[in-house]
Every structure is written in structure tokens, then in C-alpha cells.
């Protein structure tokens, strides 16, 4: 056949792809593979093909011989197939040849579109079958040609740039945080970087938001003008699956067609059906069931779009937020509460978009939903190519074309939370009131208990950990704990919101009675004699103490004043919400922000003087779906804003002295002598901030807080003194966070924390937040003190959803761990399979791995968690790996466990990248280039009792002394 030899070539298989620097072309070397240990899974994966294939077109044994020869392993699978795919629609194989070899253009865009038959072009075939989102995934990465297309790409956006050029471009897409630069280092022909990129390939998916994470990896494909064809077979059997593992599945589909040209595979009636169940969760269904006008084509459609909206149009707004879903759909709640106008105009704004062709509406069991329909989708490329972006995927334009969901901010009474977006003229226009007032409230102690073991005096922690939005974005909280510790925080949406919600909840009356009380801040002399200063000059011109007049020197006046300050606050937010100021919309934004700074900097410069140690929470919702690096450096400023407010060298307030703008301030406060000595000041108190992925903030930070400290962009004023703050960036809160956590949780229910308990829950759970809740919902409280016993460590863990356990393993792992964990008795390979909703080969891959780190064992009764079944004949039980122990198994030989389970006789072969890092003396660096070591290495050392130290990078702001800078110089 005439596209024979197109097809083998386009499915040889890769053992691996080096680059050649002078040719700037990849070449496959036999023999990678192999080298690095991996080629029995791939052997694996090749056979299960075989076996699939061969149900389905009862291949011969001729066919099965190909796995013989490696390297000829898909070009003979397929020649029996394309011979007997001849015979039978010759004129249809014919026809796709001839498109396949005329070369159609490829354009580098995705797309999705149903079909009767896969086309000869498709570079992977995969039937969906009885797989999990994740497996699907798997299967697609697994396929050496579609691994190959996306390093092809990555090898044809490289070629004639620079390697900064090429950084350069990488880092203006949407990609994950290391793809950049990997394939720059591809691109440099570092064969490591190559592997490490398939390897992350494959384990994508682990995360909150798997769609985002394969959507935004595949932007990798852009750029080269070339878009490889998948085509994904569904059959009707999909449908007796339960609906959220359909939607799991379509929505990795819908991911694969931001980067690929989808085609799936299936009858009209399961089309139909689609269109049914499923349209909010696939792009393009809809056109099966909406034809649009009779006679009326897609261009004409668009052409008369053009005619009656404006690009900055809430219309536009509402098609360019549905064209940011991988879906292209989403519940009309949704685009309502993010565009902060009325219900009534959203309605009027989609019923026009739905007159136009644009869009389609239709109702679910979770209420109305709008879907972005192909005119629409077409009309809002054809303003990207006239007009460029006007506006990023979480931006809603108003009317006016100057709103933003990151400016909006709620005026009732108790308010502070994000709420109407302003005009640049008049202010607020159209508004959506939350209704009832809003109160501050206590955190739950769990909760308090994490965040507060989680901060650091001095530092800022970044807390990997998923946020759920609120529905009251104003909502203030509190925590204390009786141990000279305040947590207050807030879920962060806009410096404005955030700022007045956590000003408001530093200023209830609960902190002035429970905390910062009369008999604290007076002592036995009253007046603020309990303070570490009570010299009013101090306080009010070197500690720069907000509200603090000569008649509120007594605790129970100034908490009246700082109260007031509240009072003038919510005022001010009310004249926001009502349009009723003289400024600009962006000036009376600023006035009230800088206010709620005062306020948060006064209660902090007030709790370090009178002992209390202060934590503030930052709960970010949807970091990695929402933030673009805009929102990212604004929520950096307004962090470290507040740090330098709330900073101090001695007793004289860091921000009056290094940034004030305003001349007669300085000269109104106390001038300080800078011991050369002691050239260091203080941060107050710490920040704790939460979210998914979050640990991407640090970069940021650290930028943020450079930009206050010499140097071309300083912010520093002309005469500020020579002293300097620093403040410490913590990505990873460590073994000690979890073991306070711990210990405070289970003190609450009268039970002691074990180093086993310890290991395991930093082992296991996902952050702090994650144990801690754990731990307050499964256990009860004891009569009697004793230690925790190891199958109540499991219970807790049970608790938790599969996705907050062992949160750097891929899914899989982390369904097989939930599973053995919530059972009471050994299961077999096969129920472990269905009860983890994996593959058995799933099973097998991974179940060696967690036996050789000792977290399960497997015997004749099956396989099993190491940790007592919670039954009375287990109950009290020593079962536990044996790493986690007190005298531990030597990493070493876990770590060989390790590599025996993942790359076989490699691990023995010193010639072998594997085998060679043992006789490395850093074994675990060398074995660590490899991202599918990396997490193991990571889990190994969080189970021994050596566990992981806080990640921490000391950044200042501030002047450095010229005696500091002399001796950093003669060090």
C-alpha cells in the first residue's frame, strides 16, 4: 500500500531521541532505553497493545512475532492490519492516503470533531474502554509516537533561535513552571532534561486539576505548526459507567484538544447521547443538536457578530471567559459570579450571544449552562488576529471595558469582600449584595492549629495545599489558642478585600477581650505599662502607633480607638459600594487599602509589644487555574507590603524609615541610631499562605521583597538609614510543622504523638491542614493519657481523599494507598484493581514500589497497608514499615529496594545510570535526575527520622550598612 511505509515510519518505536547540536535534528539511538533500566514496561505496554489488537481484528500469529524485533514493533503491528483495512474500504483508504501524503497544512491549533472512522493520520488510536481519566492518560503517554510528536515540536520551535530566545518564548505561554527549561536544555541536546520531560508527561494529572495541568503541558505543541491527530474510541458500554468518571474521561479529552486535533471515534447515536449527558463537559457537542440559522454558514455567522458587538462588550467578555474552558462551557452561576453584575443583565448578554449563533444554553441537573458554540469560538479568534488579547481568560470587561474581578470590593457594614467592579467615571455600576452582614469568626481549631504550626517568626510560609472558594469572600477569621499566638486571615481575592477583611478581624472586640486585654497591655501601672515601651512618644513617633492620642493611653480607650478605626473603615467601603467619593475609582481603592494597612500594622507593631506572636493566613483559591503573573506580583506587593509595615529595627517602625514618601512624616519621627553592630531589624509576627501549588509564589516574593533593598529599582528613599530586614521564604514547612500539628491535635484528645505517628502522617498526608483535620475527625477523645496507637494513625489517614495522600505521587499510587488503607482485611491483586478504580497493570507496576519502601506487603492472605487493620485482633498491633521505625532501615537499602522495583537488573549494573549512583557518594542526587526517583527518594526520606528540614531562602529589604557590605565582601 501506498501510505504503508508513511505509517511505519510515523509508528517506529522510541527507545530514545538524542540531539545532534551541529545538525540541530534528533536522532534515535537504540539502546537508551534499555540503559536506563526501563525497557520491560515498555515491553509490557507493547504487549497489552498486541493483545487488544488482536481481539479486535483477530490478528495471526504472523502479527504477534513482531515483538521479536523491537524496533519494528508497530511497523508490523500495523501492516497486517492496514492489508486487511485494504480489502475491505479500499476507496475510503484511498481517499485518506491521499490527504494523508498531499501534506495538509497544519496549523498548530487544537480541535475536537466526531468521525465514523479513525483517519490514517491519527499518530495514537486509543478506545477509551473500562479506563480511568487517569489510565486514558497513561495510555496516551505510553505511546511512543505521541511522546515523539511533542518532543518534534519542542526540537522545530527550537530550531534558528538562541537558547534565550527560545526561553523566551517558552515562558510567554501557558506552560508549567520547569517546561521552559527543559526543553531549552532539549533543545541543547540534554538527553537527561529529555527524560525527565516524559517522565513528568506521563505523571501528569496528580494534582486538583488534572484538565489544567495536560491543557497547559500541551502548549508545548504551539509554535511548531504542527498539531498531531489522536483519535479516541467510545462505545455505548461507556455509558454504564457513573457519571463522574464519564465527565473525568471527557475532560481529559477536552484537555487533549487544546493542543491536538481530536478525533473521536463513535456512532451517531452515542453522539446524541453526548449532546445529552455531556454538553457541558466536551467542546462541540452541541453542534450535533444546533445547526445555527438554515442556510446560514460559519463565517457569515461571525461576519455578522462582527456587525452588532464591541471587542470590550460584557457579550465579548462572556465568549472569550467560555473560550478559557477546556470545556467551553460553564454554569451560568459561574460567569455571574465572576462578572459581579446583576443576574438580569447576564440573561439579557447570553440570550444575544444565543441569537447570534454564538452560543447554546441548556439545562443539567446542576441548573442552566452555556456552551460556546463553533461560530463563537471562531468569532473570538478572528478578534485575537484583528485586535490581539484584550483581556486574560479570568477577566470579565463591564461595559465600560474596565472591570476586573481582582478590583472588586463589597461595602455592606460588616463588608470588606470582593463584590462590584467599577467604571473609571462614576464607580460601582451594576452590584450583587452577599445580603446579611458579615461577622468575623473563629476558625475551626484544627484549622488555627495547622496555620499556626505551619508559621515561622519572621518568615513567610508558602503551604501547598488545595482552597476551596468561599461563598462570602468578606468572611474575617480568628484563632487563638491560649498560647500568646493570633492567627487572623482571609481568603484572598484583591489586596482591598484581603486587607480590610483580616483589618476588620485584628480590630473585634474578641482580641481586646480574650488577647490583647486591659490587664496585658496595662499591667500593674496601667496606662500601657504592660507594653516593652510606654513612653507615648515611642509608641506614637518611633513604633508609629495608629490612633493613639494622649487621652487612649489606657488599654481599655486605645482598644475603643482601634475599634472606631474599624467603624471609619466600613464607612469608607460603604462610600465605595455606593459611588459616593470625589476621586477616582482607583485613588479611593488605594485611600482604603493603605487605611486597612494601618490598621493590620498598628494591631502588629501592638501584639509584638506586648509579647503576642501574630499570624497572618493568606488563603489563595485556584492559584494554578486563576493567578497569571499579574496577579501573582500583586499578591507579592501587597504581602510584603504588610511585612514592611509590620518590621521593625529596635523600636522604630522599618516602613517610616526606609519608604515613607511623605516628607513631613519622616521629620515627625523619631530619628534612629543604627548600632554598627547590630545592623539587622525584625519582621513582626509571620505570614502563612495556602493554596494549590502555591510554592510557585516564591520567586515573586523574593523579587518583591529585592525591590526594597539598593539597587536600580529600589524603592528606598533618598535618606533612609543603614539597617536592613530579613525575611525568610519557607516552600516547604517540613517535618517540624507536621510534628507540632500533630502534637496539638492529639493533645486535644488527651493523646501523645510517637515518632512513628510523626514519620507517617509527614509521610502520608498532604500538608499540616491535611493531618490535622485528620486527626480531629477520626479520633475520639480518651479518658486517660496514652500514646496513639498505630491503627488509629490509620484510621486518620483513611479519612483523607485519595488526591491529599502522598501528594507528589501520580494518582494511581495514590488510589492504591487509599485503598489498602480503608480496608480491614488483605486484598487481592484483582480487588485492589477495583477498589482503586486502576488497571491491574497499574497494580503491578506500583505495588513493588510501595513494598520496597515498606508501606505494603503482600503474602498467600493478599496484599495489605503496614499498619494494623482496625480490628480487635489487630488493635494495638506493632505493624509498621520499618523505615519509620526508631531504628530504621538504612535508606540505602531502601533505596536499592527501590530500584530493583522500578528498573530491574539495572540497579545491579554499575555501567547503568541506576546502578552507577550507588557507588556514587551522592547517591541519592544521582539517582534523583530522574523525576520518577525524585518523589520515592522524597517519600523514603519524610518516613525515616532523618524526615526534610524546612526549604528556606533569607531574603532583605532595607539599606545594608557599608560596614556589613565590607565584610560579606572580605568573607
Not at 466536551?282 to 461576519?303: F, K, M, Y
Not at 509589644?609 to 499579574?630: G, I, K, Q, S, Y
Not at 514499615?881 to 531502601?894: F, N
Amino acid at each position: 500500500m501506498r501510505g504503508k511505509a508513511n505509517v511505519e515510519d510515523a509508528n517506529k518505536s522510541y527507545n530514545s531521541i538524542e540531539y545532534d547540536p551541529d545538525e540541530h535534528s534528533y536522532l534515535r539511538a537504540e539502546g537508551d532505553v534499555e540503559e536506563l533500566g526501563l525497557e520491560d514496561p515498555y515491553a509490557e505496554i507493547a504487549e497489552q497493545r498486541l493483545e487488544a489488537f488482536n481481539e479486535r481484528h483477530s490478528t495471526s500469529g504472523e502479527t504477534e512475532g513482531a515483538l521479536d524485533e523491537w524496533d519494528s514493533l508497530y511497523a508490523s503491528l500495523y501492516e497486517g492490519a492496514f492489508e486487511d483495512c485494504d480489502r475491505r474500504y479500499e476507496a475510503k483508504v484511498e481517499e485518506q492516503l491521499q490527504e494523508f501524503e498531499a501534506g495538509e497544512p497544519i496549523t498548530g491549533d487544537g480541535s475536537l470533531t466526531f468521525t465514523d472512522q479513525a483517519p490514517l493520520s491519527a499518530i495514537v488510536d486509543v478506545e477509551v474502554g473500562d479506563r480511568s481519566p487517569t489510565d486514558l492518560w497513561s495510555e496516551l503517554t505510553e505511546t511512543g509516537s505521541f511522546i515523539e510528536a511533542i518532543i518534534e515540536s519542542v526540537r522545530v520551535s527550537a530550531t534558528g533561535k538562541s537558547p534565550n530566545e527560545y526561553r523566551e518564548e517558552l515562558v510567554g505561554r501557558d506552560l508549567p513552571d520547569t517546561y521552559p527549561e527543559l526543553a531549552v536544555r532539549i533543545g541543547k541536546g540534554d538527553r537527561v532534561a529529555l527524560w525527565q520531560l516524559v517522565d513528568d508527561l506521563q505523571t501528569l494529572g496528580q494534582g486538583t486539576s488534572p484538565t489544567e495541568e495536560i491543557g497547559h503541558a500541551l502548549e508545548l505543541l504551539a509554535g511548531s505548526g504542527r498539531t498531531p491527530t489522536v483519535a479516541v474510541r467510545l462505545d455505548r458500554e461507556f455509558f454504564d459507567r457513573v457519571a463522574d468518571q464519564r465527565r473525568g474521561v471527557l475532560s481529559i479529552i477536552a484537555a487533549l484538544a487544546r493542543g491536538c486535533d481530536v478525533r473521536v471515534v463513535t456512532t451517531m447515536g452515542v453522539r446524541r447521547k453526548l449532546a445529552r449527558k455531556h454538553r457541558q463537559d466536551l467542546p462541540g457537542v452541541s453542534e450535533i443538536c444546533s445547526t445555527g440559522r438554515p442556510g446560514q454558514s460559519t463565517d457569515a455567522t461571525v461576519e455578522q457578530a462582527g456587525l452588532e458587538l464591541s471587542h470590550d462588550s460584557r457579550e465579548v467578555a462572556i465568549l472569550r471567559q467560555l473560550s478559557g474552558e477546556a470545556s467551553e462551557t460553564l454554569p451560568k452561576h459561574a460567569i455571574e459570579s465572576s462578572a459581579g453584575v446583576s443576574s438580569s443583565r447576564i440573561r439579557q448578554c447570553v440570550g444575544r450571544l444565543s441569537d447570534l449563533d454564538l452560543v447554546a444554553t441548556f439545562e443539567t441537573a446542576d441548573g442552566p449552562h452555556v456552551e460556546l458554540l463553533k461560530a463563537g469560538s471562531a468569532f473570538v479568534d478572528r478578534l485575537d488576529a484583528e485586535i490581539g488579547r484584550q483581556a486574560t481568560l479570568d477577566s470579565c470587561v463591564s461595559d465600560s471595558g474596565k472591570s476586573s474581578i481582582y478590583c472588586r470590593v463589597s461595602t455592606q457594614r460588616d463588608g470588606g469582600g470582593e463584590d462590584t467592579p467599577t467604571t473609571a467615571a462614576t464607580g460601582p455600576a451594576d452590584r450583587r449584595r452577599h445580603g446579611a452582614a458579615v461577622t468575623v469568626e473563629y476558625m475551626p481549631r484544627w484549622r488555627g492549629a495547622a496555620v499556626a504550626a505551619s508559621a515561622t517568626e519572621g518568615a513567610v510560609s508558602l503551604v501547598d495545599h488545595p482552597v476551596e472558594p468561599s461563598d462570602e469572600l468578606r468572611q474575617p477569621y480568628l484563632s487563638y489558642d491560649g498560647d500568646d499566638r493570633l492567627v487572623a486571615g482571609a481568603e484572598y481575592r484583591n489586596p482591598m478585600q484581603y486587607t480590610v477583611c483580616v483589618a476588620r478581624a485584628l480590630t473585634d472586640r474578641r482580641v481586646f477581650r480574650d488577647v490583647l486585654t486591659p490587664d496585658r497591655l496595662d499591667g500593674d501601672v496601667g496606662d500601657l505599662g504592660g507594653l516593652a515601651t510606654d513612653d507615648p512618644r515611642i509608641l506614637r513617633d518611633a513604633r508609629c502607633l495608629g490612633w493613639l492620642s494622649d487621652r487612649d493611653t489606657t488599654a481599655e480607650r486605645y482598644a475603643e480607638a482601634l475599634m472606631a478605626a474599624e467603624d471609619e473603615l466600613l464607612d469608607m467601603t460603604r462610600q465605595w459600594h455606593n459611588g459616593d467619593y470625589s476621586c477616582t475609582p482607583e485613588e479611593f481603592r488605594s485611600r482604603i487599602t493603605r487605611f486597612s494597612h494601618g490598621i493590620i500594622g498598628t494591631v502588629a507593631h501592638l501584639c509584638d509589644l506586648a509579647d503576642v506572636e501574630l499570624v497572618r493566613e493568606v488563603r489563595v483559591p485556584e492559584f494554578t487555574r486563576r493567578f497569571d503573573a499579574d496577579d501573582r506580583a500583586d499578591l507579592a506587593k501587597n504581602v510584603v507590603h504588610g511585612a514592611q509595615i509590620a518590621s521593625r529595627h529596635g523600636h522604630f517602625a522599618a516602613y517610616r524609615q526606609l519608604f515613607e514618601a511623605d516628607e513631613d512624616k519622616r521629620a515627625a519621627a523619631m530619628e534612629p541610631s543604627i548600632p554598627a553592630d547590630d545592623p539587622s531589624g525584625d519582621m513582626i509576627g509571620s505570614f502563612v499562605i495556602v493554596g494549590s501549588s502555591i510554592s510557585r509564589l516564591a520567586d515573586d516574593l523574593r523579587a518583591e521583597i529585592r525591590r526594597g533593598a539598593d539597587g536600580a529599582d529600589s524603592r528606598l528613599h533618598e535618606d533612609a538609614p543603614e539597617f536592613d530586614v530579613p525575611v525568610s521564604i519557607t516552600t516547604d514547612v517540613g517535618r517540624p510543622a507536621m510534628a507540632l500539628t500533630a502534637r496539638d491535635r492529639l493533645a486535644q484528645k488527651n493523646l501523645s504523638a510517637t515518632r512513628e505517628s510523626i514519620a507517617l502522617f509527614d509521610a502520608l498526608a498532604g500538608s499540616p491542614l491535611d493531618a490535622a483535620a485528620a486527626i480531629d475527625y477520626a479520633l475520639q477523645s480518651e479518658d486517660r493519657p496514652r500514646d496513639i496507637r498505630l491503627d488509629e494513625v490509620r484510621r486518620a489517614l483513611a479519612q483523607l481523599p485519595s488526591d491529599r495522600l502522598l501528594p507528589t505521587m501520580q494518582p494511581t499510587v495514590q488510589k492504591l494507598t487509599k485503598a489498602l488503607l480503608t480496608v480491614e482485611s488483605p486484598l487481592t491483586q484483582s480487588e485492589l484493581a477495583g477498589r482503586a478504580d486502576v488497571s491491574s497493570r497499574s497494580v503491578r507496576t506500583h505495588l513493588p514500589r510501595l513494598e520496597a519502601l515498606g508501606l505494603a506487603d503482600s503474602d498467600e492472605a493478599g496484599i495489605r497497608f503496614a499498619l494494623p487493620f482496625p480490628t480487635s485482633d489487630e488493635r494495638g498491633s506493632d505493624i509498621v514499615p520499618g523505615i519509620a521505625t526508631e531504628t530504621g532501615a538504612d535508606p540505602v537499602d531502601v533505596l536499592y529496594d527501590l530500584a530493583e522495583a522500578i528498573s530491574g537488573e539495572a540497579a545491579h549494573d554499575s555501567e547503568h545510570p541506576v546502578g552507577a549512583a550507588f557507588f556514587s557518594e551522592d547517591w541519592a542526587g544521582a539517582l534523583g535526575q530522574f523525576a520518577v526517583y525524585e518523589r520515592w527518594i522524597d517519600l523514603a526520606g519524610r518516613l525515616s527520622h532523618r524526615g526534610l528540614e524546612p526549604e528556606t531562602r533569607t531574603v532583605r529589604f532595607g539599606r545594608q550598612s557599608d560596614q556589613v557590605a565590607i565584610q560579606e565582601v572580605a568573607a
